[in-house]
């Protein structure tokens, strides 16, 4: 705990179950993009893990709806306007402060999101017309098939930009400017803000862990289990 003449205090800010999600999708990123470089051999692990992907994005959406208070997006979306502000006052070193995402990371958020499951959805479409197939191979027209393969690769390296920019915002923009280190908080799920906040701080029961993790289950289980019955 912080000292009163700080004027810190520690408050609990990313619950369990979301640092799990975080952390695993960065893991699962860079084994992705690894197996996928290893060529035949590590492509079964590869689609695995694409899958492990979507059932993580599939918890990610619903935890935004029914998870602890920054988890979810009405804590963090929000118009062009309020990005924009959150913008101006970051340039300017005088940020807006924020126990959970910004507007602006806000979106990052979304749109890495988007890209990924993107990524990973497209895969299982995704052949080399030689050795190697997803397992959702010749479930719909030919034509299709053939854009799913191509948007594949074409997402991978929108991805890499974008999860490019991030990291850069997260370990360099933000310390910089904003003095503010984001990445502790994700670890530890818990951030040093001043006193003088008036924001009540969360508090997280173990129902709420629990919850996260059986939703986390059942989303990845739901993915599995659809991608074999559908191929």
Not at 2 to 29: C, E, N, T
Not at 52 to 74: K, M
Not at 178 to 200: F, H, N, Q, Y
Request: hydrophobic share 55%; charged share 15%.
């Amino acid at each position: 705990m912080a000292s009163a003449s700080s004027g810190k205090r520690r408050v609990a800010v990313w619950d369990g179950p979301l640092r799990l999600f975080h952390w695993s999708l960065v893991a699962l990123i860079g084994f992705g993009w690894w197996s996928g470089e290893q060529g035949l051999d590590w492509m079964d692990a590869h689609m695995l893990a694409g899958q492990a992907v979507l059932g993580l994005v599939a918890f990610r959406l619903l935890w935004g709806l029914w998870g602890s208070r920054h988890a979810r997006f009405a804590d963090f979306l929000a118009g062009p306007r309020h990005v924009v502000a959150e913008l101006r006052g970051l340039l300017r070193r005088r940020p807006a402060p924020h126990l959970g995402h910004g507007p602006a990371g806000g979106w990052a958020v979304m749109l890495i999101l988007l890209l990924v499951g993107a990524q990973a959805f497209t895969g299982l479409f995704t052949s080399d017309d030689i050795l190697t197939e997803g397992p959702l191979v010749g479930t719909l027209p030919g034509d299709i098939e053939s854009f799913l393969n191509s948007a594949h690769y074409a997402l991978f390296d929108a991805l890499l930009w974008v999860v490019g920019l991030h990291v850069a915002a997260v370990v360099v923009v933000y310390p910089l400017l904003a003095r503010e280190d984001l990445v502790r908080p994700m670890i530890t799920g818990w951030k040093r803000v001043s006193t003088a906040g008036g924001e009540e701080p969360e508090r997280f029961s173990w129902g709420v862990v629990l919850r996260g993790l059986l939703l986390m289950a059942a989303c990845l289980a739901a993915v599995y289990w659809g991608v074999a019955a559908a191929g």
